[in-house]
């Protein structure tokens, strides 16, 4: 492993809000904080949870436009929670926690009706594996068990594939499945900037105009990005 990789995690381990569980402590039983995010936080306000977050953009940057609400980004790579970690300690945002862990343990993290919205920005569209993807049934599943009823399931993404397989195959399957468990689709673009902006209001433009790194990439490649939003309806 390089240096600066070895460096970035050792710097992981002295950031408060940088949490880092044992593969034991979530595989067999339920995490220490589950069900005490609020008390972790200090306050009652909504906790938002963004998965596969890489560096962090959204927890940083929804924490500095929303800070009433809380925000957690889950991914499993270190150096990239890092980068997002120094951002949110040199702004001095107290409203943002990093957890280091696998996706597929969240229900050992979070009780039910503990998550108010679940972001998922530039995931893996995962061509090979459909059980991976993040908005597969197995993760749904996952979801509703932590989701709060009207929470919100959010997802910006680059690729046809996981827009198309999201909006067009998992969350209408499941609704079919789960008649007492709805997702309810409220927004839904295939070309964001180009003409799907306008309709939000000014907060959410800011949101929505925050630019993860792979955006960015994916950006300078002239693709179009894709939101979806969802209501969990119960
Ligand atoms: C394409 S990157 C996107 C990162 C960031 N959201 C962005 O837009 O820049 C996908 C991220 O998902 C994380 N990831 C994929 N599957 C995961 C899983 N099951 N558990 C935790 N992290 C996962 C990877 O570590 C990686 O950082």
New binding site residues.
């Given amino acids: 492993m390089g240096k600066n990789k070895l460096k970035k995690f050792a710097q992981n381990e002295t950031f408060k809000h940088v949490i880092q569980p044992d593969n034991k402590e979530v595989l067999n039983g339920d995490f220490r904080l589950k069900g005490k995010w609020h008390e972790e936080f200090g306050n009652n306000n909504p906790i938002v949870l963004?998965?596969?977050?890489?560096?962090g953009?959204?927890s940083a940057g929804m924490a500095e436009i929303f800070p009433d609400k809380n925000f957690i980004g889950?991914?499993?790579?270190g150096a990239?929670i890092f980068s997002g970690a120094k951002e949110v300690e040199e702004k001095g945002l107290t409203n943002v926690r990093f957890i280091r862990?696998?996706?597929?343990f969240i229900n050992s993290f979070f009780a039910e009706n503990e998550i108010s919205e679940i972001w998922i920005?530039?995931?893996?569209p995962q061509i090979a594996k459909p059980r991976?993807r993040?908005t597969s049934e197995i993760f749904l599943n996952r979801y509703i068990k932590t989701l709060k009823p009207n929470g919100l399931l959010n997802l910006k993404s680059d690729s046809d594939d996981l827009y198309e397989f999201t909006r067009d195959e998992s969350l209408p399957e499941f609704n079919a499945k789960t008649k007492d468990v709805q997702f309810e689709k409220l927004e839904d673009t295939s070309a964001l900037y180009e003409s799907g902006i306008q309709q939000f209001d000014e907060t959410m433009q800011r949101v929505l105009n925050i630019r993860?790194?792979?955006?960015q990439m994916w950006l300078a490649q002239g693709k179009k990005m894709k939101f979806l939003s969802y209501q969990l309806n119960r």
């Fill in positions: 963004e998965l596969a977050c890489g560096k953009e959204y889950m991914d499993i790579k990239r862990t696998k996706i597929d920005l530039f995931a893996d991976k993040l993860t790194f792979y955006e």
